[in-house]
């Protein structure tokens, strides 16, 4: 499977800005668009943005997306305890089967 | 309000199939196509493939091509995703996941997940 590559962790206290990124290629970010999904384990991922920086209604103004030739990255602004989660990229990769890829994951961890 | 309820979890034998369904309410389900991802512990969620809510249409992920088949009942809502020959490696929890037909590529609403654990 394609691999779209996230850091592993990510942290920062309170208020604190934290930034994850998502690096691709030229089959998957470079050509389509990108979404980024929230999970808690144990329950169903929640979609946080798509189209690279679209935020579904619902979803605070904190989290925000950006992408930039094969590279993309999510950033929470005014980061908050109930931030901590993992967080995954996703696109479509067409470099062998038109596959929708996920990322590598961030945990997020609040300190 | 959009809802996508799941089946509940199952424990198979290696060898054998599994059929998850997924209801959905609250919205046209002819007008959306319903996604399946699959998550197995420490790992990253994983595509299977996506069916037409309106025309049955297929995609699979090559990985599950030929183990997975995609159907939709219409009429009753309801979203299936059956598993053959099933290995350990099929332990996971699978989730449905709502993508409208037209826009930008959206998995906005999800089902609560299945666990599937494939035991001898």
């Known amino acids: 499977q394609s691999v779209l590559t996230q850091p592993p962790s990510a942290s920062g206290t309170p208020g604190q800005r934290v930034t994850i990124s998502c690096s691709g290629s030229?089959?998957?970010?470079?050509?389509?668009?990108v979404s980024w999904y929230q999970h808690f384990p144990g329950t169903a991922p929640k979609l946080l943005i798509y189209?690279?920086?679209q935020r579904p209604s619902g979803v605070p103004d904190r989290f925000s997306g950006s992408k930039s030739g094969t590279s993309a990255s999510l950033a929470i602004s005014g980061l908050q305890s109930e931030d901590e989660a993992d967080y995954y990229c996703?696109?479509?990769?067409?470099?062998?089967?038109?596959?929708?890829?996920f990322g590598t994951g961030t945990k997020v961890t609040v300190l | 309000q959009v809802q996508l309820v799941q089946s509940g979890a199952e424990v198979k034998k290696p060898g054998a199939s599994v059929k998850v369904s997924c209801k959905a309410s609250?919205?046209?389900?002819?007008?959306?196509?319903m996604q399946w991802v699959r998550q197995a512990p420490g790992q990253r969620p994983e595509w299977m493939g996506w069916i037409n809510g309106g025309n049955s249409n297929t995609k699979y992920s090559q990985k599950f091509q030929g183990r997975v088949t995609l159907t939709r009942d219409a009429s009753a809502s309801t979203a299936y995703m059956e598993l053959s020959s099933l290995t350990a490696e099929d332990t996971a929890v699978y989730y449905c996941?709502?993508?409208?037909?037209?826009?930008?590529?959206?998995?906005?609403?999800w089902g609560q997940g299945t666990r599937v654990t494939v035991s001898s």
């Open positions: 996703a696109a479509w990769d067409d470099s062998l089967s038109d596959d929708y890829v």
């Open positions: 609250g919205y046209t389900f002819t007008g959306y196509a």
């Open positions: 996941a709502r993508e409208p037909l037209v826009g930008a590529t959206q998995f906005d609403y």
């Open positions: 189209n690279n920086n």
């Open positions: 030229s089959s998957n970010i470079g050509s389509y668009s």
